[in-house]
């Protein structure tokens, strides 16, 4: 579709949009865990501060501080809090807590990556789930729209970019909690000192602006050249047997080159984006010290123990907020895959089909016993100039054998595609016995149909498996009555392993004959009442094809059969003909 493939300029305001967004649906998906993390975060948080406030405290009962340390509001509180607890204050208890103090700020941090992990691993696992499910359930008709490169990129590198969110996320809050807690006990020990390196906080923001804008255009541009290869390499890799055939190895490698090279222009570009930002954030962490040591000596006087401790807060305040501007930076390029995301959900979401639940299966199941019939259809492909069918109208016999036929482009698959219900008309209806098919209707019908297609599917996979995915109940007598009717059991047995021979990547370890057989078994093994064969005895030897006519007889009067050929030899079994163009 189109509209996948454009990636709109977000503004400023769509992005803290599109951010918003994100967090309400990542915490809608776990809102108890979310808010445990969050907890612990402030736990966290609250711990570091009063370790970092206990160094007041020490220092007066290490007596590095003289006077200024014992007088200290916060050395008068932990006194008041020892003596209540009949707690001695002496150097031994002060490093005890000390160190239980932090022992607690560890153990927090550390339980808390692995349950923050354990939630994205889990965010992500369902977002790819959700997708997936509804790229199963989206109509063909829209589907058919889209890319399956693109929609293989949505649903592996751009689910686990839009993934990598959740974590940046985590990320964000336990950066921006502790820098909050942190300026919160400067503030306790010296306000002054607090709103200037507040200050120097905002100016830094507001000089990173422009890298901010960068960096978000940067991660549009990476998902467009991801896509890119992505579509690029999965195209050449399935036309790697035509390709070498024409011997254009170097052409096709010359132009992934291509795609990929603007790629890797994007990356370096994004790393000049970071460099740049690490660049400003070290001289502005300089001025701030500096400022911070001449102001606090000649302006505000701080005494020697409040000096100490702001220093201390300095330290871990600075890294701390140059890791808040990286991991904004991070998020910021990840925004676009998330906005497309969820661009794409919401076009799949207007195009679900009704699901058919086991328990509603018989409510609308759907017998052929007199004919099925496509009355006064007219279909338009999306994006096409004119229809493909206007106001067309034919009838398909119960249990018996037509054959569409017509020049290549008057229509046939489309036909073939409408009866199966795969494609939903533009106007007009489908019917069966005289019966409009309404939507939960058609695709119980559809569940009642078995297709073979010219290039049929075959999964990296034995033999038995690509079988036996078409029905829950099938036995091995199934399997091989299929097989049999097919004209496939005796290929089969003479494999080395038999049903559990792997055909390889799209069947290409069998011949062409061999894959379209097993397709017909396949579609055998469903106990269809509409069967669909779409040229599919085009790749069969004369022998076989001989075999497939057999079987094709031997269904006569025991389910409906309709053959898309141009082989007159297949279209004379047929009890009537459709004509197209």
């Known amino acids: 579709?189109?509209?996948?493939?454009?990636l709109p300029v977000l503004s400023a305001r769509q992005t803290v949009t599109e951010a918003k967004n994100y967090f309400l649906d990542f915490f809608r998906a776990f809102p108890k865990r979310i808010s445990l993390i969050v907890l612990l975060m402030v736990a966290q948080t609250l711990s570091a501060g009063v370790g970092v406030?206990?160094?007041?405290?020490?220092?007066?009962?290490?007596?590095?501080?003289?006077?200024?340390?014992?007088?200290?509001?916060?050395?008068?509180?932990?006194?008041?809090?020892?003596?209540?607890?009949?707690?001695?204050?002496?150097?031994?208890?002060?490093?005890?807590?000390?160190?239980?103090?932090?022992?607690?700020?560890?153990?927090?941090?550390?339980?808390?990556?692995?349950?923050?992990?354990?939630?994205?691993?889990?965010?992500?696992?369902?977002?790819?789930?959700t997708m997936y499910r509804l790229v199963m359930r989206t109509q063909w008709s829209v589907l058919n729209g889209y890319s399956l490169a693109d929609l293989g990129y949505l649903l592996n590198g751009q689910v686990s970019q839009i993934g990598r969110l959740s974590q940046l996320t985590?990320?964000?809050?336990?950066?921006?909690?502790?820098?909050?807690?942190?300026?919160?006990?400067?503030?306790?020990?010296?306000?002054?000192?607090?709103?200037?390196?507040?200050?120097?906080?905002?100016?830094?923001?507001?000089?990173?602006?422009?890298?901010?804008?960068?960096?978000?255009?940067?991660?549009?541009?990476?998902?467009?050249?991801?896509?890119?290869?992505?579509?690029?390499?999965?195209e050449h890799l399935h036309s790697l047997r035509m390709i070498k055939l024409f011997g254009a190895e170097d052409r096709f490698a010359q132009a992934l080159s291509h795609t990929s090279e603007r790629l890797e222009q994007q990356q370096i570009r994004l790393t000049l984006i970071n460099a740049v930002t690490t660049w400003l954030l070290t001289i502005i962490a300089a001025l701030l010290v500096a400022a911070f040591f001449y102001i606090s000596l000649t302006v505000v006087g701080s005494e020697i123990a409040e000096l100490i401790v702001l220093v201390v807060?300095?330290?871990?305040?600075?890294?701390?907020?140059?890791?808040?501007?990286?991991?904004?930076?991070?998020?910021?390029?990840?925004?676009?895959?998330?906005?497309?995301?969820?661009?794409?959900?919401?076009?799949?979401?207007?195009?679900?089909?009704?699901?058919?639940?086991?328990?509603?299966?018989?409510k609308y199941v759907v017998q052929i016993t007199q004919q099925c019939e496509l009355r006064h259809v007219t279909f338009q492909y999306n994006g096409a100039?004119?229809?493909?069918?206007?106001?067309?109208?034919?009838?398909?016999?119960?249990?018996?054998?037509?054959?569409?036929?017509?020049?290549?482009?008057?229509?046939?698959?489309?036909?073939?595609?409408?009866?199966?219900?795969?494609?939903?008309?533009?106007?007009?209806?489908?019917?069966?016995?005289?019966?409009?098919?309404?939507?939960?209707?058609?695709?119980?019908?559809?569940?009642?149909?078995?297709?073979?297609?010219?290039e049929p599917l075959l999964f990296d996979d034995t033999i038995y498996n690509n079988l036996i995915w078409v029905r829950d109940d099938i036995s091995d007598i199934d399997i091989e009555r299929a097989l049999r009717d097919a004209a496939a059991w005796d290929f089969v047995q003479s494999l080395p392993k038999g049903l559990h021979t792997r055909v390889g990547d799209h069947g290409r370890q069998l011949s062409g004959g061999q894959r379209q057989r097993l397709a017909i078994a396949r579609a055998l093994l469903r106990n269809p009442q509409l069967l669909i064969l779409d040229e599919a005895?085009?790749?069969?030897?004369?022998?076989?094809?001989?075999?497939?006519?057999e079987t094709i007889q031997s269904l006569r009067g025991k389910l409906t059969v309709i053959v898309i050929s141009h082989q007159a030899s297949i279209n004379e079994l047929a009890d009537n003909q459709i004509h197209l163009g």
Request: aromatic share 8%.
């Open 313 to 362: 807060i300095l330290a871990r305040m600075l890294p701390l907020l140059s890791s808040v501007q990286k991991t904004v930076q991070q998020a910021l390029h990840a925004i676009p895959a998330s906005a497309n995301g969820r661009a794409v959900v919401k076009q799949l979401q207007q195009a679900q089909e009704p699901e058919l639940a086991a328990v509603d299966a018989t």
């Open 170 to 234: 985590f990320q964000f809050l336990s950066q921006f909690l502790l820098t909050i807690g942190f300026f919160v006990v400067a503030l306790v020990v010296s306000w002054q000192m607090s709103f200037m390196a507040l200050l120097f906080a905002v100016l830094s923001s507001v000089l990173l602006l422009p890298l901010y804008k960068r960096t978000l255009g940067s991660g549009r541009t990476q998902l467009r050249e991801n896509q890119r290869l992505f579509k690029a390499v999965s």
């Open 53 to 129: 406030l206990f160094i007041l405290p020490l220092l007066s009962v290490l007596g590095f501080a003289g006077e200024t340390a014992s007088n200290h509001e916060i050395t008068q509180v932990v006194a008041a809090i020892f003596e209540t607890l009949h707690i001695p204050l002496n150097l031994v208890s002060m490093l005890v807590v000390y160190v239980a103090l932090i022992t607690l700020v560890a153990t927090l941090r550390a339980y808390n990556m692995t349950l923050s992990a354990s939630v994205q691993q889990r965010y992500t696992h369902v977002l790819r789930q």
């Open 1 to 6: 579709m189109s509209g996948y493939h454009q």
């Open 385 to 454: 100039n004119e229809p493909v069918l206007q106001q067309f109208s034919c009838v398909i016999p119960a249990n018996k054998i037509t054959a569409l036929t017509g020049p290549s482009g008057s229509g046939k698959s489309t036909v073939a595609d409408l009866i199966a219900g795969l494609q939903q008309a533009t106007a007009g209806e489908l019917v069966v016995d005289n019966i409009v098919l309404n939507a939960m209707q058609t695709l119980a019908w559809r569940h009642s149909v078995a297709y073979v297609v010219q």
């Open 537 to 549: 005895t085009n790749a069969l030897d004369q022998a076989n094809e001989a075999l497939v006519k």
